[in-house]
């Protein structure tokens, strides 16, 4: 079996390398069987990067433990649900998934294009079969998951794996990985089309419009996997942090923050035909950030919780980058002229301008992130000694960015382009803004003295009522005119223009995750060693240890306590955090007790005190929190993937819209769109 | 090109204010990483840094006091480790920890374990953590006699 999937993905790593050079050669000598030829192979690419992996899960699940990654990543008692996760436990594993990934993306792109940009496919697919082969070639001759254990020239087969880290054994784990690397993966097709374009010199934004849609849904991937890292940290670390600006973490937000900052200026080449090398160079960004977030968690550069494997692969990822970014910026330096922006900015109070403004701040942060991780490898070499920045470096830079992009999601979308009057401003904003002040005003007067916090909340009311009030102004006038119910209403305006409204909902999803961010400067948290029977107060809650309970089973021994939790003198109900310390790993595991409401309740069991010394009173060590509104996070993301859904769904009044799918000629979209 | 020359000033405003809260938040947090052999071989005046240290968790130091935590990371020069300053027949260095932190520690932090512990080394020698971490989660990749034992199958 082994066999089969390493020779499968050997002929893949062939083909790849055969479809480069076809697809190339097919385009010089204008042979286009050549080129087709390669379009083919990628459909073969897939087929046995499948296979290989449909190997590998079958190992996995069916416990093959003659195979290294299956004992390292798996034991028999496992369920089977987590035996199928470990596939992308291991680095190797990982690495073959990308790889599947990717030749999923590459069939897809070669089918729907198939009859389409002629000119431009050949280059597409080199680009995207290119970065197949790397991947291929790392888990051909560097990181093979196919090994079997050995001793001398015998396979051995193994009783039972290690196991997977019990950490790992939680229901986002299996779903989390995935969707970050359908993010990641993803952005190689826009990459691609945007550098096929280049290279034949398009003089339309025919890239833009064919990607649009591709880049929208892998930066929902993107999203959706970075938020639910988020929630499994803070359901299982303990501490209920969500973000620590840990390496790892920041590799996966640093391509979110260019896509979204793509995401957003493509708007200006698509209607004015500006930012075009701009454009450019945040898709490029992007898909190398993509690769560098990869690069970072598979190389231990820097070091991080995440623990990464010393593995052999980092100096083929950083070839990799180099050979990649230089040739981009040669290519993008080199077709410059073709890039001429055609129309100019004229006024700082402008729909222009709140995007120019908008992109300059993303990318601000991006790199003030990427600057402080990689801050140890910078400072070592220029200083020559390693030095690191922590979480306070990176809210001080990040909280007064993200409140400034805030405020821009309020009013980038209702300012005109070109230029706005003052009347115009009045007309949108002075109500916004009166209700903003004065929600800061009542806060204040609240008792809430934290800067941030109240700018935070006094700007998330503003846009709050700027989103609400488009819906509402553009909905009563289809519900006076077709005489329908408000909700109807409603739902035809968002139908006719799915774009416009379903990026509202996207940014009132970000005022939501705001509210719950914000929340954070009101945690509260004790630390206490009570005994059985022994109470804890924390905010309005009385924790009462009614039990210490222990015991095992085959899987793990447990500790557990069983709290009365009362709120202002009203009980409301037990809590039960739990300590596990699982056999076969031999590794702990807590699992917290959270109350999901308004504000979160929030136990973790930390340990028990004198547990060794005899004749002393047993004492569990409680940790209990409170966090305020953090449930608005998660909340915040549904809205989030709703608003991404509705900008996907194709607008009703497709009319108004210029063709777009016409290549090679330079149209100026001169749009109806408002 | 007066509004180019407005929004050159805006732009300029703005990554000055982001330049100055950086380099703000540089100095205030920056730690310094640190092998145990070298803060042994520190003078005082390193004393008002932060740093990192990476050290083995020695076994059966983990003792739980109160809302403390105290335990010993070691290094063995040994093992051939890069910034192991080791003098003539002193190969092993070992560093007190009282860990007070408010998040509790990771459930991998245990006996034997690779840990990194952020703080201040005090006067007396003993290192006062304000957080631990241990190598956890993704990955454990394969122990080194496995890692040895598995070979690449026929191909």
Not at chain 1, 107 to 126: E, G, I
Not at chain 1, 390 to 412: E, H, S
Request: glycine share 8%.
């Amino acid at each position: 079996m082994e066999n089969l999937g390493a020779l499968a993905l050997l002929l893949a790593f062939c083909f790849s390398i055969y479809a480069i050079a076809a697809s190339l050669v097919g385009k010089w000598k204008k042979k286009p069987f050549l080129t087709v030829s390669a379009e083919r192979s990628v459909y073969a690419i897939w087929f046995l990067v499948s296979a290989a992996a449909a190997i590998l899960v079958y190992s996995l699940v069916s416990g093959d433990f003659r195979m290294a990654y299956v004992q390292q990543h798996t034991n028999r008692a496992m369920p089977a649900i987590y035996k199928f996760a470990a596939w992308w436990s291991g680095q190797e594993g990982s690495l073959l998934l990308w790889a599947w990934l990717l030749s999923n993306y590459c069939a897809v792109v070669v089918f729907t294009n198939r009859r389409r940009f002629r000119d431009m496919m050949p280059y597409v697919v080199s680009v995207l079969v290119a970065t197949e082969a790397f991947f291929l070639m790392l888990i051909t001759f560097v990181a093979s998951p196919f090994h079997v254990l050995m001793s001398g020239k015998a396979i051995v087969d193994v009783l039972d794996g290690n196991g997977l880290d019990p950490l790992l054994q939680y229901w986002t784990m299996v779903v989390h990985p995935p969707m970050l690397y359908l993010g990641y993966v993803g952005f190689v097709v826009p990459f691609a089309f945007a550098v096929g374009s280049l290279i034949t010199k398009q003089p339309g934004d025919a890239w833009i419009h064919t990607t649009r849609r591709w880049t929208i849904v892998t930066w929902l991937f993107q999203s959706t996997g970075v938020l639910m890292g988020a929630g499994w940290a803070y359901a299982v670390l303990g501490w209920g942090g969500y973000w620590g600006w840990d390496p790892v973490e920041n590799a996966s937000l640093l391509p979110w923050i260019t896509a979204t900052a793509f995401l957003h200026s493509v708007m200006m080449q698509e209607k004015k035909g500006m930012m075009k090398v701009w454009n450019a160079v945040l898709v490029s960004a992007t898909f190398f950030l993509c690769i560098f977030g990869t690069f970072l968690t598979r190389s231990g550069i820097v070091s991080s919780v995440h623990a990464f494997s010393q593995g052999p692969i980092g100096k083929y990822f950083v070839s990799f980058l180099a050979v990649g970014v230089a040739a981009t910026i040669y290519l993008i330096l080199d077709r410059l002229e073709y890039l001429k922006s055609e129309a100019q900015l004229e006024s700082v109070v402008s729909r222009e301008s709140s995007f120019l403004f908008n992109n300059l701040i993303l990318l601000a942060s991006c790199f003030a992130v990427l600057w402080g991780t990689l801050f140890p490898v910078i400072s070592e070499a220029v200083t020559g000694e390693k030095i690191s920045v922590d979480a306070p470096f990176y809210n001080r830079v990040n909280v007064p960015i993200a409140l400034f992009l805030l405020f821009l999601t309020g009013v980038g979308p209702l300012i005109a382009w070109r230029r706005s009057s003052l009347d115009s401003l009045k007309r949108n904003f002075l109500w916004p803004t009166i209700g903003g002040l004065s929600l800061i005003v009542v806060l204040f007067a609240l008792g809430i003295h934290k800067l941030y916090a109240l700018m935070s909340f006094g700007l998330c009311l503003f846009v709050a009522w700027t989103v609400v009030a488009e819906f509402f102004k553009g909905a009563s006038a289809i519900r006076i005119k077709d005489n329908v119910s408000f909700a109807r209403a409603t739902v035809e305006l968002t139908h006719r223009n799915t774009r416009r409204y379903g990026g509202y909902l996207v940014h009132m999803a970000i005022v939501i995750m705001f509210i719950g961010f914000t929340g954070s400067a009101f945690n509260k948290s004790v630390t206490a060693e009570v005994p059985s029977g022994g109470t804890l107060n924390i905010g309005h809650y009385q924790l009462r240890v009614m039990q210490i309970q222990d015991g095992e089973n085959d899987n793990y021994q447990w500790g557990r306590l069983v709290i009365d939790v009362s709120k202002d003198g009203k009980p409301i109900g037990t809590m039960q955090p739990e300590k596990r310390f699982y056999k076969s790993s031999r590794s702990q595991s807590s699992e917290v007790a959270i109350r999901r409401r308004a504000e979160d309740l929030y136990i973790n069991f930390s340990g028990i005190s004198n547990a060794s010394q005899p004749g002393v009173e047993k004492k569990a060590v409680v940790q209990a929190y409170v966090f305020p509104l953090v449930s608005c996070i998660w909340m915040g993301y549904w809205v989030l993937l709703f608003g991404t859904l509705i900008c996907l769904i194709p607008s009703k009044n497709r009319l108004q819209y210029p063709k777009t799918q016409v290549v090679g000629i330079a149209t100026k979209h001169a749009t109806v769109e408002k | 090109m007066k509004p180019y020359l407005k929004f050159g000033l805006l732009i300029g405003v703005i990554i000055g204010v982001i330049v100055w809260l950086a380099v703000g938040g540089v100095n205030e947090t920056k730690t310094y990483y640190k092998t145990i052999s070298e803060l042994h071989h520190l003078s005082n005046q390193g004393l008002e840094h932060n740093f990192r240290v990476a050290g083995d968790v020695a076994e059966n130091s983990i003792v739980r006091n109160g809302h403390e935590v105290q335990f010993t990371l070691s290094q063995d020069c040994r093992k051939a480790q890069a910034g192991c300053a080791a003098d003539g027949p002193h190969q092993q260095f070992s560093l007190k920890v009282v860990y007070a932190g408010i998040e509790p520690l990771p459930d991998t932090f245990k006996p034997g374990a690779q840990a990194l512990a952020d703080g201040r080394l005090g006067p007396d020698g003993v290192f006062h953590a304000d957080k631990v971490q241990a190598k956890c989660a993704s990955k454990y990749e394969a122990k080194p006699p496995q890692r040895v034992a598995s070979q690449k199958a026929s191909l």
